[in-house]
Nanobody
Framework: VQLQASGGGLVQAGGSLRLSCALS????????MAWFRQVPGKEREFVAT????????YYAESAKGRFSISRDIAKNTVYLQMNSLKPEDTALYYC???????????????????WGQGTQVTVSS
């Protein structure tokens, strides 16, 4: 199973980006999907997740109202639409996949089995 993230880049504050993460090697229907981000010197932090069953979503407080996670099952791809970007959103963004993630653990790195390589998002002020 592999995850390939893309869509990062440089954007001005207030702008938008859409990240994509394609899963290959297994059926997309087997996994809950999530996005995390990491700034050098800091721990990786949870951003958003979407469950395989029903497609319910959950966001970090920092992402609520600005970011939207979605999925295209036919394309085996999950997206993170990021609007109203702020300089503090600058980070390396990772997508992750977990089989049968327990709801109480959905914000933890340890809940996810497969990780993509990361895509850099830089927001200038």
């Amino acid at each position: 199973v592999q995850l390939q993230a893309s869509g990062g880049g440089l954007v001005q504050a207030g702008g938008s980006l859409r990240l994509s993460c394609a899963l290959s090697g297994r059926s997309f229907r087997e996994y809950d999907m999530a996005w995390f981000r990491q700034v050098p010197g800091k721990e990786r932090e949870f951003v958003a997740t979407i469950r395989l069953s029903g497609g319910s979503t959950y966001y970090a407080e920092s992402a609520k109202g600005r970011f939207s996670i979605s999925r295209d099952i036919a394309k085996n791809t999950v997206y993170l639409q990021m609007n109203s970007l702020k300089p503090e959103d600058t980070a390396l963004y990772y997508c992750a996949a977990g089989a049968r993630v327990i709801i109480s653990s959905r914000t933890r790195e340890s809940a996810y089995d497969v990780w993509g390589q990361g895509t850099q998002v830089t927001v200038s002020s």
